[in-house]
T-cell receptor
Framework: GAGVSQSPSNKVTEKGKDVELRCDPI?????LYWYRQSLGQGLEFLIY????????KSGLPSDRFSAERTGGSVSTLTIQRTQQEDSAVYLC???????????FGPGTRLTVL | AQSVTQPDIHITVSEGASLELRCNYS??????LFWYVQSPGQGLQLLLK??????LVQGIKGFEAEFKRSQSSFNLRKPSVHWSDAAEYFC????????????FGTGTRLKVLA
């Protein structure tokens, strides 16, 4: 079946602009995660959605970052007033609820000039 | 706080040679452990996972990993490396704080010499 998809695959933006990154999870997966992979760093947890529960936003680095998940499926990560340090690969993952394997999308490479 | 350490940033091996990638974790209980592989321009693919039971787990592509509680380690091994194994490998721990957030190591980049 189809895996996790993310769009766009690459995004180049100017400092100060807002960007939206999209994630389509695997059908039936109620848990959805966003991670950030910066150059030379590991993957950093950003936010977690599980069903209709309030999301765990504990990993968001600043209030410029926000995410929503509409209809329990597609998720959008928004970065407002982008900064150069926001340049990274943003990865989305989904899973069934409970302790289970997370399946990752190919990521969106964000470059802030 | 939980942490995952991959002490080797880069490893180079010859094709056909054996491979061991190290992973150490800091966690109060037996965690759920994972190894993922990331090829250039690709997302992360799960190689194998350990939740409980037999401490030697088999994964895809001929990889295996052994959980050693006494050493807080979960090293990844392959007896004979293929050129296509060149990639970046990430060890991850399930933080199990109620939200299943993974804590990732910083990765080991594997180069395979022909």
């Amino acid at each position: 079946g189809a895996g996790v998809s993310q769009s766009p695959s690459n995004k180049v933006t100017e400092k100060g602009k807002d960007v939206e990154l999209r994630c389509d999870p695997i059908s039936g997966h109620t848990a959805l995660y966003w991670y950030r992979q910066s150059l030379g760093q590991g993957l950093e947890f950003l936010i977690y959605f599980q069903g209709n529960s309030a999301p765990d936003k504990s990993g968001l680095p600043s209030d410029r970052f926000s995410a929503e998940r509409t209809g329990g499926s597609v998720s959008t990560l928004t970065i407002q007033r982008t900064q150069q340090e926001d340049s990274a690969v943003y990865l989305c993952a989904s899973s069934y609820p409970g302790v289970d394997t997370q399946y990752f999308g190919p990521g969106t490479r964000l470059t802030v000039l | 706080a939980q942490s995952v350490t991959q002490p080797d940033i880069h490893i180079t091996v010859s094709e056909g040679a054996s491979l061991e990638l190290r992973c150490n974790y800091s966690y109060g209980a037996t965690p759920y452990l994972f190894w993922y592989v990331q090829s250039p321009g690709q997302g992360l693919q799960l190689l194998l996972k350990y939740f409980s039971g037999d401490t030697l787990v088999q994964g895809i592509k001929g990889f295996e990993a052994e959980f050693k509680r006494s050493q807080s380690s979960f090293n990844l091994r392959k007896p004979s490396v293929h050129w296509s194994d060149a990639a970046e490998y990430f060890c991850a721990v399930d933080a199990t704080s109620g939200t299943y957030k993974y804590i990732f190591g910083t990765g080991t980049r594997l180069k395979v010499l022909a």
